[in-house]
């Protein structure tokens, strides 16, 4: 009897020790919500967009895809082509995510993007290199149309980490209202 009363004992101080800890996760994660609210709403100031435009999601809708999904499906070729080079795979998930922020405004601003992008290019950069750059911006737009033509969701920030052959892609997005999108 005694053992039979100890084991439940023990197996309650666990329920509690699990619940104790559950509830400090769920103190850190209000914590986190917290700062990437805030992280949002200091991006969208700095833009010049209202935070009072943009809804706060937790997580995609059931249903919704994932944005780190969406970037990396389009980055796809590129990814498997450099798999083994970290520096690369991270230029060319923050290219493709440039690409998709400025693939959400008017088509009539796209070039001055382009041209933006093309100019941060270093200047010793032969005239093939330039051209395959070009190429590759055309390529992520047209997956971009091609795969997520409805998705408007602005990427506010990413983090990237890579194991092995684990790629972890992390991003906090925000839907596009009628009303920014009016705005440009």
Sequence with gaps: M????????????????????????????????????????????????SPDEVEYIHGPEKGEVKMSEVILKIAEPYIKKYWNNYKRIFTIISLTVTVWNFTLLPEDNWDFY???????????????????????????????KEYFPDIQRFIMHFDLSIHGRDITLNIISVPLTPKIKEKD
């Design 2 to 49: 005694k053992k039979k009363k100890q084991k439940k004992i023990k197996k309650l101080h666990r329920k509690d020790k699990k619940l104790d800890q559950k509830t400090k996760l769920d103190e850190k994660t209000k914590i986190e919500d917290q700062h990437i609210r805030n992280h949002i709403i200091d991006s969208l100031k700095k833009l010049g967009l």
């Design 114 to 144: 382009y041209d933006m992008l093309i100019d941060h290019l270093p200047k010793d950069l032969s005239g093939e290199s330039v051209a395959s750059f070009m190429e590759f911006i055309d390529t992520l737009i047209d997956r971009k």
